[in-house]
């Protein structure tokens, strides 16, 4: 790791010794980068530990046109998660995307206004499989790189996506009629180079990893999986859950959520809901809780 900082170190002093003249522009200097993943429910830096992969995009102040880009896994990074990168000279925000490996696209576009990082939906339905690759993102504004020796520029990465388990299981003694199935939509499967989900982004369906819970001769239930992209107070996300043709809930699936008062959209990014069903002659019994909070009970007609 010490000759790689060398190696750096070398080629940055070369790239300015080779620019010591009038003009400039063709020159590359050093643009020093220290990230960092720090806004989470631990409260500490987390980015070594949940941090794969991050993807750059320099954009140039004035003109808005991409002047550079680079991919790299974490691991290039120096100890304390710094790199250099040689860079053409001028003021610049940097885009940076975490984590995405293959489940996200990235298109730079012709200007910072113009980028999209976009989920992998299939074209005709619009369906995502389970894929647990999350999220991060950072928008630095006002980057000067002239050659001079200047600090390095923090870029602390915010995530963008969640985990949602939804369990939904039988009450001890009891079993399920039906294996129970649910289904995810969210129009949140787009994002600019702002980090914010555009006007018009089509709805995804996401689709669950299913396994189901154990216990001997019953249906007890199922834990169904996602992971989504980033879930929003009101976002007009919804979530579906069904006992063969009888409908256990259909609705808001942050309405859901946020009837836990102790939930933060923002900060967190693990979501438990727990559907606990007690069968009758001809009804269920429906007990909700989110992260271990009950805040709903209700009848369901079996159809």
């Not at 050659?147 to 299981?169: C, M, Q, R």
């Amino acid at each position: 790791m010490k000759m790689l900082k060398t190696l750096s170190a070398i080629a940055a002093a070369l790239a300015l010794a080779g620019c010591i003249r009038d003009n400039r522009d063709d020159c590359l200097f050093p643009l020093r980068l220290h990230f960092t993943y720090l806004y989470n429910v631990e409260d500490t830096d987390l980015f070594s530990d949940e941090v794969e992969t991050l993807c750059l995009y320099l954009y140039d102040t004035e003109t808005g046109t991409l002047a550079a880009s680079r991919s790299m896994t974490a691991a290039e990074l120096d100890d304390d998660n710094s790199t250099v990168w040689l860079v053409p000279p001028g003021r610049f925000s940097l885009v940076t995307w975490g984590g995405v490996k293959s489940r996200y696209d990235i298109d730079p576009g012709m200007s910072l206004d113009a980028m999209a990082l976009s989920i992998n939906a299939d074209p005709q339905t619009g369906s995502v499989a389970q894929d647990r690759e999350h999220l991060w993102h950072n928008l630095t504004t006002d980057l000067l790189v002239n050659g001079d020796l200047t600090p390095g520029y923090d870029i602390d990465l915010h995530k963008l996506s969640n985990d949602v388990t939804v369990t939904i299981a039988a009450t001890e003694g009891t079993s399920l009629p039906y294996h129970p199935s649910s289904s995810i939509t969210a129009a949140n499967g787009t994002c600019d180079a702002y980090g914010k989900i555009p006007d018009g982004t089509p709805a995804t369906l996401y689709a669950p990893q299913v396994e189901a819970l154990s216990r001997a001769d019953v249906l007890p239930g199922s834990v169904h999986s996602y992971t989504t992209m980033a879930l929003a107070d009101g976002d007009g996300s919804h979530l579906n859950v069904d006992l063969g043709d009888t409908t256990v809930f259909d609705g808001s699936l942050t309405d859901l959520i946020g009837e836990n008062p102790g939930i933060d959209f923002d900060l967190l990014d693990d979501f438990q809901v727990y559907f606990l069903i007690t069968p009758g002659d001809d009804r269920l019994d429906v007990a909700v809780s989110i992260n271990g909070w009950q805040v709903t009970e209700y009848d369901v007609t079996l159809r």
